[in-house]
Nanobody
Framework: QVQLVESGGGLVQAGGSLRLSCAASGRIFSINAMGWYRQAPGKQRELVAAITSGGPPNYADSVKGRFTISRDNAKNTVYLQMNSLEPEDTAVYYC?????????????????WGQGTQVTVSS
């Protein structure tokens, strides 16, 4: 199995910064895309940012210029640097990974989620 463990959430004032981390562990062959999603109360989960193993990052329009996603492939870890935070960024942030594992001699692809970390931005 694969586990995604997130850290770095918390309470911050508007204009402040936070850095989220998500480390994947387990019997991993490779990871293609890793990303961050968020879900605010009463709203659907939405993509915040994603990055593939060798391609450019992708951002939601609402966070472009403020958030930066990066990854350390050697550590199977993805980061989200969040600057100029706004109250509208308040949500539970979830890490996602597109993981390939070897199962019974075959390469298997599965989608994994972290448990979520709360980010609260006060005005």
């Amino acid at each position: 199995q694969v586990q995604l463990v997130e850290s770095g959430g918390g309470l911050v004032q508007a204009g402040g910064s936070l850095r989220l981390s998500c480390a994947a562990s387990g019997r991993i062959f490779s990871i293609n895309a890793m990303g961050w999603y968020r879900q605010a109360p009463g709203k659907q989960r939405e993509l915040v940012a994603a990055i593939t193993s060798g391609g450019p990052p992708n951002y939601a329009d609402s966070v472009k210029g403020r958030f930066t996603i990066s990854r350390d492939n050697a550590k199977n870890t993805v980061y989200l640097q969040m600057n100029s935070l706004e109250p509208e960024d308040t949500a539970v942030y979830y890490c996602n990974a597109d993981v390939r594992r070897v199962v019974d001699g075959r390469l298997r692809r599965d989608d994994y989620w972290g448990q979520g970390t709360q980010v609260t931005v006060s005005s």
